[in-house]
């Protein structure tokens, strides 16, 4: 069954469409451990025989929903950089304002953010077919490494990680191949970076850090800007990130 698909087209998407929306509504007050497809059936106002005859199970309906989410928060992302790139943004500015377009879409659509960053759902394991939606957020990032290293925007680092490289072949082939020194363990880095944004959110989005700082968002600019040094790469501040 094809579950692919963001939540911008589902107003073209008919039934499955409908399905979903009602789907999200059912996230937002029980969370993703209460989604079944009775629950959506009755959010919805239908039989679950209507609900069945697009999701059979409920794991396919969670299946479309991870997905949607991750294209969606993706496609913020990449938005955003196409905007910054089209102004001549350096690459610091760059992923300024797509780690800024993910913490929008992360507070606009909370439910969907917590379905993809939160805690596991029981009983589900996401499919193969979730990796290339899941994979855009990634891509954009490193998308904007590779272009500070093209553009000679990286300072080296002060030490390289220690040991032999630590990564999959899937994640050099989305950065496109292993640098040469000094900057052969940008890929790790980038990793780092990349967890560092999602910890971030995640502490941002569940309230973690109101009790600790009087401006979250100016506080989220400077976390960025602090993680990004781990690759050598200046963020602007103040005046200089708008």
């Given at each position: 069954?094809?579950?692919?698909?963001?939540s911008a087209?589902?107003?073209?998407?008919g039934?499955?469409?409908g399905?979903?929306?009602?789907?999200?509504?059912v996230?937002?007050?029980?969370g993703a451990?209460?989604?079944?497809?009775?629950?959506?059936?009755?959010?919805?106002?239908?039989?679950?025989?209507e609900?069945e005859?697009?999701?059979p199970?409920?794991?396919?309906?969670l299946?479309a929903?991870?997905?949607?989410?991750?294209?969606?928060?993706?496609?913020a992302?990449?938005?955003a950089?196409?905007?910054?790139?089209?102004a001549?943004?350096?690459?610091?500015?760059r992923l300024?304002a797509?780690?800024?377009a993910l913490?929008?879409?992360?507070?606009?659509?909370?439910?969907?953010f917590?379905?993809?960053?939160g805690?596991?759902?029981?009983g589900?394991?996401?499919?193969?077919?979730t990796?290339?939606?899941?994979?855009r957020?990634?891509?954009?990032?490193a998308?904007?490494?590779?272009?500070?290293?093209?553009?000679?925007?990286?300072?080296?680092?002060?030490?390289?990680?220690?040991?032999?490289?630590?990564?999959?072949?899937?994640?050099?082939q989305l950065?496109?191949?292993?640098?040469?020194?000094?900057?052969?363990?940008?890929?790790?880095?980038?990793i780092?970076?990349?967890s560092?944004?999602?910890g971030l959110?995640?502490f941002?989005?569940?309230s973690?850090t109101?009790?600790s700082?009087r401006?979250?968002?100016?506080?989220?600019?400077?976390?960025?800007?602090?993680a990004?040094?781990?690759i050598g790469l200046?963020?602007?501040?103040?005046e200089?990130?708008?």
């Amino acid at each position: 069954m094809d579950v692919s698909g963001t939540s911008a087209s589902d107003a073209k998407d008919g039934l499955p469409g409908g399905v979903k929306e009602a789907a999200r509504g059912v996230l937002g007050k029980a969370g993703a451990a209460g989604l079944t497809l009775e629950a959506v059936a009755r959010e919805r106002g239908v039989a679950v025989a209507e609900v069945e005859a697009v999701f059979p199970h409920r794991d396919d309906l969670l299946t479309a929903l991870v997905i949607d989410a991750y294209n969606a928060s993706g496609a913020a992302m990449e938005r955003a950089d196409e905007a910054a790139r089209e102004a001549g943004a350096s690459a610091g500015a760059r992923l300024l304002a797509v780690t800024r377009a993910l913490r929008s879409w992360s507070f606009e659509h909370t439910e969907e953010f917590t379905l993809i960053y939160g805690s596991p759902v029981p009983g589900y394991h996401a499919p193969q077919e979730t990796v290339p939606a899941a994979s855009r957020t990634p891509a954009v990032l490193a998308a904007i490494v590779r272009a500070a290293l093209e553009g000679g925007e990286l300072t080296p680092p002060r030490r390289a990680v220690p040991g032999p490289p630590l990564l999959l072949p899937e994640a050099v082939q989305l950065f496109g191949g292993v640098p040469e020194a000094p900057f052969s363990d940008i890929i790790e880095r980038g990793i780092v970076l990349w967890s560092n944004l999602i910890g971030l959110l995640i502490f941002q989005v569940f309230s973690r850090t109101h009790d600790s700082v009087r401006d979250e968002s100016a506080f989220f600019d400077y976390a960025i800007a602090v993680a990004a040094e781990g690759i050598g790469l200046t963020v602007p501040a103040g005046e200089d990130a708008e």
